[in-house]
């Protein structure tokens, strides 16, 4: 299920101007700190497939962004 989405996101961000990238996508929060996420850090987290990225995929889903 996570594949789906993180294929889905990556032919969303690979459509993206440049400049749109570095535009503020999501706040995580962690630890009870919110975060703001670009779509820079998200691609980041995505391509490398860290331990955020799932929840990231997941909030994004959510947002009907991908």
């Known amino acids: 299920m996570n594949e789906e989405k993180r294929e889905k996101f990556l032919r969303a961000f690979a459509n993206l101007p440049l400049n749109t990238r570095k535009e503020i996508i999501l706040v995580l929060e962690e630890g009870g700190v919110k975060q703001p996420i670009t ?28």
């Not at 998200?42 to 994004?60: A, D, H, Q, W």
């Open 39 to 66: 779509w820079e850090v998200v691609y980041f987290e995505i391509k490398n497939n860290t331990p955020r990225s799932g929840r990231i995929l997941e909030k994004l889903q959510e947002l009907n962004l991908i």
